[in-house]
């Protein structure tokens, strides 16, 4: 994890955000953002809180349908009957008469606390660049059979990495002036425009970043393919104090997982804080942790509770009756957890 920390700062912002593009050799296998099968079972849940699924398939060869606001029709999207992206992908595939597909979620993190902490973890060299740039962190997944992107050779207004998880890719930049003249039908064909193309072969494994507005398209192949990009939009400035230490304690991730169920706990549980997760007072009644906002009263105690928790691991019998109850409230955002 620290090596892949290491090269990831190194390829993406040696001292400002990287011009052209970076490839991120061995990047995913030394990071495992996630694997196929957790990314699965994210998919078989549903899409959770602000995650949106997408199915775009060929309606003639090489020309992809447009989804538009349309949802995904039920029929497209994963199952845990499926058990697993093979069998989604046979199931699916019988449907399409032999159409290519791509199916995409955004914000697949999510879905699942441990891909989420892990991504933080990967992500975290960046806090400081993104506070002072006011950007944030978003994912998007890819899974699919396509040959190339469905919507062609476009840019995007932010820097961002791509992962090949499995299956091989290959990455597409073209310098500018190439599409000036360029019309929107040939930037649905990018096989037509490879030999002006910068090329970078990405096996799984590997990861590739590249800078804002630069031209791009991804080819794949092999069955169900999958891939992850990471990006670092722009969004509007934190409006108060509150909500920088709001952003701070997400890691700049804009969308964080829901929370969990509570449970009972013996009275000897021991529980520990999570670093990554710190609780913080932000005064005004205020208190931040896990990208989340609270209002609780008693500050005084709070303060108590948070140095006790923030400290060492401790007992659920050493705290008194207000103490257990914030151990259920953290507990259930994941500030604290059972050691
Ligand atoms: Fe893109």
């Given at each position: 994890m620290a090596r892949a920390r290491a090269m990831f700062v190194d390829a993406v912002?040696?001292?400002?955000?990287?011009?052209g593009h970076r490839s991120l050799l061995g990047w995913v296998q030394a990071?495992?953002?996630?694997?196929p099968e957790e990314l699965f079972e994210i998919f078989a849940a549903g899409a959770a809180g602000p995650s949106v699924v997408f199915f775009n398939y060929e309606v003639s060869k090489n020309v992809f349908s447009r989804q538009e606001g349309a949802p995904t029709k039920p029929e497209h999207l994963p199952a845990?009957?499926?058990?697993?992206f093979d069998g989604y992908s046979a199931r699916v595939k019988a449907t399409l008469n032999g159409a290519r597909y791509c199916l995409r979620m955004t914000e697949?993190?999510?879905?699942?606390h441990e891909v989420y902490e892990r991504l933080i973890r990967l992500v975290a060299p960046l806090e400081g660049i993104l506070a002072a740039e006011s950007r944030a962190v978003r994912t998007t997944v890819f899974v699919g059979?396509?040959?190339?992107?469905?919507?062609g050779v476009h840019v995007d207004p932010y820097p961002q990495i791509q992962c090949a998880i499995s299956g091989e890719r290959t990455a597409l930049f073209w310098d500018d002036?190439?599409?000036?003249?360029?019309?929107p039908e040939d930037r649905l064909a990018p096989w037509n425009h490879l030999a002006a193309a910068h090329e970078l072969k990405m096996p799984a494994g590997d990861a590739v970043y590249w800078a804002p507005a630069y031209e791009h398209a991804f080819s794949s192949r092999g069955e169900h393919a999958i891939a992850l990009t990471i990006s670092f939009p722009e969004v509007p400035p934190p409006d108060s104090a509150v909500e920088v230490l709001r952003r701070k304690s997400a890691h700049h991730f804009l969308n964080v997982p829901p929370v969990r169920s509570a449970r009972e706990h013996a009275k000897g549980q021991l529980f520990c804080g999570n670093p990554l997760f710190p609780i913080t007072?932000?005064?005004?009644g205020k208190l931040v942790a896990a990208g989340r906002i609270f209002e609780i009263s008693g500050i005084p105690e709070l303060a108590a509770f948070v140095a006790r928790v923030a400290d060492s691991p401790f007992r659920y019998?050493?705290?008194d009756d207000t103490g257990r109850a914030l151990v259920d409230v953290f507990y259930t955002h994941y500030a604290i957890d059972v050691v």
């Open positions: 912002h040696p001292n400002d955000w990287a011009k990071a495992a953002p996630f694997s845990a009957s499926d058990g697993g697949p993190h999510v879905g699942s059979d396509y040959e190339y992107t469905p919507f002036p190439y599409w000036a003249d360029k019309s007072i932000a005064g005004d019998s050493d705290l």
